[in-house]
């Protein structure tokens, strides 16, 4: 069946300008996870989502950085005004609920953003 | 502030060979660790996963170790493959919250 997709797959912009990433998650799943990746780091949270409502927020960087879920289907992480700094991979993943163990969480192959 | 370390970026060894990759943690919030695989261009995998209130899970050629006096986390392959080559990163759930913190990534290379 299909994973966890992710568009688009690679994004070059301009510091100052807004990026849109988007997140399809598999069909079914409720839960659903958007992190971050610099070069050299570990994947760092940026924020949760139940459904279509996010009940931790508390890894987005700046107020620069939101999130919404339509549902319990698509999700998009907005960055406006980009800085250099926010040049990284983004990955998203789910799962059928939250689980804590980890096992039942998909990663999708995730969006690397260039800011130049 | 790193919370979950792996302190060697990377790390070669021969196949069949056991593999050893290492992580330290230093919240004790911590209720399960995770173990993830993430090949080039792909997003990361599951592998395994153990509770705080355990010491050792086993899944086929995967064992993690759990030492939570040394705040240490291992994972042993045995034997090594050359498909076992990639970055693993170890995670960490904090208890009471939906987040996961994971280590800066191993990368792992199996010489055949």
């Known amino acids: 069946g299909a994973g966890v997709s992710q568009s688009p797959s690679n994004k070059v912009t301009e510091k100052g300008k807004d990026v849109e990433l988007r997140c399809d998650p598999i069909s079914g799943h409720t839960a659903l996870y958007w992190y971050r990746q610099r070069l050299g780091q570990g994947l760092e949270f940026l924020i949760y989502?139940?459904?279509?409502?996010?009940?931790?927020k508390s890894g987005l960087p700046s107020d620069r950085f939101s999130a919404e879920r339509t549902g319990e289907s698509v999700s998009t992480l907005t960055i406006q005004r980009t800085q250099q700094e926010d040049s990284a991979v983004y990955l998203c993943?789910?799962?059928?609920?939250?689980?804590?163990?980890?096992?039942?969480?998909?990663f999708g192959p995730g969006t690397r953003l260039l800011v130049l | 502030d790193q919370q979950v370390k792996q302190n060697s970026p990377s790390l070669s060894v021969q196949e069949g060979r056991i593999s050893i990759l290492n992580c330290d943690y230093t919240n004790s919030m911590f209720d399960y660790f995770l173990w993830y695989k993430k090949y080039p261009a792909e997003g990361p995998t599951f592998l395994i996963s153990?509770?705080?209130?355990?010491d050792k899970n086993e899944d086929g050629r995967f064992t993690v170790f759990l030492n939570k006096s040394a705040k240490h986390l291992s994972l042993h392959i045995v034997p090594s493959q050359p498909g076992d080559s990639a970055v693993y990163f170890c995670?960490?759930?904090?208890?009471?919250?939906?987040?996961?913190?994971f280590g800066t990534g191993t990368r792992l290379k199996v010489l055949a």
């Open positions: 153990i509770s705080s209130i355990k």
């Open positions: 989502f139940q459904g279509n409502s996010a009940p931790d």
């Open positions: 995670a960490a759930s904090v208890r009471r919250t939906y987040k996961y913190i």
């Open positions: 993943a789910s799962s059928f609920r939250y689980d804590r163990t980890g096992e039942t969480q998909y």
